[in-house]
T-cell receptor, first 116, second 111 residues
Framework: NAGVMQNPRHLVRRRGQEARLRCSPM?????VYWYRQLPEEGLKFMVY????????ESGMPKERFSAEFPKEGPSILRIQQVVRGDSAAYFC??????????????FGPGTRLTVT | GQSLEQPSEVTAVEGAIVQINCTYQ??????LSWYQQHDGGAPTFLSY????GLEETGRFSSFLSRSDSYGYLLLQELQMKDSASYFC????????????FGTGTRLTVIP
């Protein structure tokens, strides 16, 4: 039973390029969350999605960031025109149903984005 | 908004017991969760308390006192592999499903 998969594990981009981060939730999980973690800090919520729907994007910066979870395929977090401040670890988490999401989430290994 | 306070660092000796505290201020309360994260790794769910009292899972226990807005994670028979960061977390806000995390406590276990 595979866990949450994320790729790539490490991503290096130059300022102004686009970054695409992928997440496949655990089998049977239809709720996907994206979090960002800066060094020595806790995780900050960005966006919550279900298949083909963005449920809550209150933590997502208004510009340059977008997320999707299509009917087929992984969830994608896209960052356009990256800046150095976007350098962070981006974690995806999934949950089997809404009720348990509020306390128990399963995290992927993260994508460490470095902007040079 | 939500607020969680944890000590930033704790050091303990292998084989000993350590307690990591978490105090919270929340708009609405739906329980306190604990996650472990090793350096470079993914956060891993450890425990959840919705009601007052102690929940035990092997060497790890978690306690909650809602009247004091306080909880703690207790690690017994410490092992070197327990060196990691430990985060308490609550539901972000009423109606939300995402988690709000504390800034974490870095536990170092020494021989």
């Amino acid at each position: 039973n595979a866990g949450v998969m994320q790729n790539p594990r490490h991503l290096v981009r130059r300022r102004g390029q686009e970054a695409r981060l992928r997440c496949s939730p655990m089998k049977g999980h239809s709720h996907v969350y994206w979090y960002r973690q800066l060094p020595e800090e806790g995780l900050k919520f960005m966006v919550y999605l279900q298949k083909e729907n963005i449920i809550d994007e209150s933590g997502m910066p208004k510009e340059r960031f977008s997320a999707e979870f299509p009917k087929e395929g992984p969830s994608i977090l896209r960052i356009q025109q990256v800046v150095r401040g976007d350098s962070a670890a981006y974690f995806c988490a999934s949950s089997p149903r809404q009720g348990r999401s509020s306390y128990e989430q399963y995290f992927g290994p993260g994508t460490r984005l470095t902007v040079t | 908004g939500q607020s969680l306070e944890q000590p930033s660092e704790v050091t303990a000796v292998e084989g000993a017991i350590v307690q990591i505290n978490c105090t919270y201020q929340t708009s609405g309360f739906y329980g306190l969760s604990w996650y472990q994260q090793h350096d470079g790794g993914a956060p891993t769910f450890l425990s959840y308390n919705a009601l007052d009292g102690l929940e035990e899972t092997g060497r790890f226990s978690s306690f909650l006192s809602r009247s004091d807005s306080y909880g703690y994670l207790l690690l017994q028979e410490l092992q070197m592999k327990d060196s990691a960061s430990y985060f308490c977390a609550v539901r972000d806000r009423d109606g939300a499903n995402n988690l709000f995390f504390g800034t974490g406590t870095r536990l170092t276990v020494i021989p």
